[in-house]
């Protein structure tokens, strides 16, 4: 609902289906940039204690039950989190499975088509053959309609047949239909071959852009082959969501990579492990510093009293 309420909104004021997806995304992105700059604040203390971490490990090596207490009680001490680096990926799932399912109900969160006129809509389009031969039809009853509309308008009310075709209208992009599916049997031509290509190329950008930073940041995790698959198996997951969805959710993907890179650069840029570690050890500085004083007034005080 809310990411469907969020594209309808734009698309009220733009009247351009593509214009409301990027607003929409960039919406996500700024409303999540909270835990982007938490996790980027994580990642400079995981630096800092990468010189204790190969401490423990070198001590309890072919210990594993000693080596994970002595490694809880650093991150105790040091406030941080073994698994802090999932929940910004925790975050982001339901918003990306909530943006997919927007995309096979536009007519009901976009457009926000009443009920009854719906039902009308999904009525007729029931008795199509476009519905009776797909496997996936009742769930994906609405993108049915909208790409059979001049097949079933006439059961529609007046009022609603011209918003709908205007809208209709604004998912043709670059000669191509946004309720389409990429699929290889395609000719090369067909412009639908941008949204895999554009996928591929932005994840692996992103992919790479990350590995390049963990290396600066976290050498040993950079080592760790798991994070070259991660580097290689996201931009893989990426295309194959490009030809699982519309056309309309590979947009999503490749806005949302490139809003990424730039949310991941301009916060390395302004919360750089550098500046971030500068900025703790001041904060560490000033907070003994005051504990030494309210120790050395209370001395003071029961020398006093004595």
């Known amino acids: 609902i809310p990411f469907g309420y969020l594209i309808g909104f734009f698309y009220e004021i733009s009247n351009n289906f593509i214009l409301s997806l990027l607003l929409m995304t960039l919406c996500v992105k700024l409303i999540l940039l909270p835990s982007s700059i938490k996790q980027q604040k994580g990642m400079a203390k995981t630096q800092r204690m990468q010189p204790k971490i190969r401490r423990i490990k070198e001590k309890y090596a072919g210990n594993q039950q000693k080596m994970n207490e002595a490694m809880n009680e650093l991150y105790a001490r040091e406030g941080s989190s073994m698994t802090a680096g999932c929940s910004g990926l925790l975050i982001q799932f339901p918003v990306m499975m909530g943006v997919y399912y927007v995309n096979y109900k536009l007519l009901s969160f976009v457009l926000r088509i009443p009920t009854d006129v719906l039902e009308t809509i999904k009525a007729a389009t029931r008795n199509l053959e476009a519905f009776t031969s ?5 769930y994906q009853i609405e993108i049915i309609a909208l790409q059979n509309f001049d097949q079933i308008k006439s059961v529609v009310p007046t009022e609603y047949v011209t918003e709908i075709e205007e809208f209709i209208s604004n998912l043709n992009f670059l000669e191509m239909n946004l309720l389409d599916k990429p699929q290889t049997s395609l000719p ?51 295309i194959w969501f490009s030809f699982m969805f519309p056309a309309s959710v590979g947009i999503y993907i490749i806005f949302s990579t490139i809003f990424s890179m730039i949310q991941m650069v301009v916060t390395n840029i302004v919360y750089s492990p550098k500046k971030v570690l500068a900025k703790t050890m001041v904060d560490e500085t000033i907070n003994r510093r005051a504990r030494e004083k309210i120790f050395k007034n209370v001395a003071e005080t029961l020398n006093e009293d004595k």
């Open 134 to 138: 797909n496997k996936n039809s009742e």
């Open 188 to 238: 090369l031509s067909n412009p639908l071959w941008l949204i895999p290509i554009l996928t591929g190329v932005t994840s692996v950008a992103m992919g790479i852009y990350s590995w390049l930073k963990q290396r600066k940041t976290n050498p040993e995790m950079a080592k760790n082959p798991s994070m070259g698959c991660m580097t290689l198996l996201t931009p893989f997951m990426s």
